[in-house]
């Protein structure tokens, strides 16, 4: 009976994956390798049982090929990673000290700060990007607020600057929390031990800290970056029209071009790039665990 049990356990995992990621995955790796068509669905071929053969040999990888030749997906690529990786290492810079200051408090404080990183959840994602186009437009709170203090006015919405600033605010929870699980069952008696033998606190920080803290450095990095290389509400309404990311870049084919086949190759171009951090999300998030 315990036997059953635990592969039912294992069996029921599969099945989710298989529903809701492998053949969702099939379906949009047959949409690259279809052809654009004036029709309804906006693509060929179309899967036909009786003629299978037929269909097979419809399938070709000349959307590929053009996003290779076209020099806008190569740029909303490289963009992607570009303010992926600038987010994420704001995120490392900030959430780090405040992840270490939360693991280091008293109990109590430590309950109502972890409580104060989660909040944030509790309201709409949409609603709290929209709060940012307020704060951020020319004439909102952020120049009315340096227009007191006799500052310059800004000119922050619609630039990559922006989407940088909403992606940092939108994921910092998510740096915070692996860093603040692992810093918390840090046992502090090493540093002690360090600090006896007449390591400085910084020097300390350094060799016995950070490095057993690496870990949740690496699930947090991981954690922010594979989500926001695919981005697209935070570009959308905060990025301006030369803010180029592959999330924009793929809602565009769909929705505005009718483009499925190249909506869809894009999507597994950047499944593929992503793949070796999910590898390496995954292996990190199995140290953590341990």
């Known amino acids: 009976m315990r036997r059953d049990r635990s592969r039912l356990a294992a069996i029921l995992p599969g099945l989710w994956l298989a529903a809701f990621f492998a053949f969702?995955?099939?379906?949009?790796?047959?949409?690259?390798?279809?052809?654009?068509?004036?029709?309804?669905?906006?693509?060929?071929?179309?899967?036909?049982?009786?003629?299978?053969?037929?269909?097979?040999?419809?399938?070709?990888?000349e959307t590929y090929a053009r996003l290779v030749a076209d020099r806008l997906?190569?740029?909303?690529?490289?963009?992607?990673?570009?303010?992926?990786?600038?987010?994420t290492l704001l995120l490392l810079l900030i959430g780090y000290p405040m992840a270490y200051g939360i693991a280091r408090c008293a109990p109590p404080a430590r309950h109502a700060l972890v409580m104060a990183v989660v909040l944030p959840f509790w309201t709409s994602f949409l609603i709290r990007i929209y709060a940012w186009i307020a704060i951020l437009k020319p004439a909102g709170l952020l120049n009315a607020a340096l227009a007191k203090l006799g500052l310059p006015a800004v000119n922050l919405?619609?630039?990559?600057?922006?989407?940088?600033?909403?992606?940092?605010?939108?994921?910092?929870?998510?740096?915070?929390?692996?860093?603040?699980?692992?810093?918390?069952?840090?046992?502090?008696?090493?540093?002690?031990?360090?600090?006896?033998?007449?390591?400085?606190?910084?020097?300390?920080?350094?060799?016995?800290?950070?490095?057993?803290?690496?870990?949740?450095?690496?699930?947090?990095?991981?954690?922010?970056?594979?989500?926001?290389?695919?981005?697209?509400?935070?570009?959308?309404?905060?990025?301006?029209?030369?803010?180029?990311?592959?999330?924009r870049v793929i809602w565009t084919e769909f929705f505005a071009n009718r483009d499925w086949p190249a909506a869809s190759a894009v999507a597994v171009a950047l499944l593929a790039t992503l793949l070796a951090p999910i590898l390496l999300f995954e292996r990190q998030q199995a140290k953590v665990l341990r």
């Open 157 to 247: 919405l619609n630039t990559e600057a922006a989407v940088i600033l909403g992606l940092v605010y939108a994921y910092l929870p998510f740096m915070v929390l692996p860093l603040y699980a692992v810093l918390e069952r840090q046992d502090g008696r090493l540093v002690e031990a360090a600090r006896d033998l007449g390591s400085p606190p910084f020097r300390a920080f350094w060799t016995v800290t950070f490095p057993l803290s690496l870990p949740g450095v690496a699930a947090g990095a991981l954690l922010c970056f594979i989500p926001m290389a695919g981005e697209f509400v935070v570009p959308d309404l905060l990025g301006g029209s030369e803010t180029l990311m592959l999330g």
């Open 24 to 61: 969702p995955f099939v379906l949009v790796l047959k949409l690259s390798l279809s052809d654009t068509a004036l029709s309804v669905p906006p693509y060929t071929p179309q899967i036909d049982w009786s003629r299978l053969n037929a269909f097979i040999a419809g399938l070709d990888v």
């Open 73 to 87: 997906y190569l740029d909303a690529w490289v963009s992607s990673l570009r303010i992926a990786g600038t987010a």
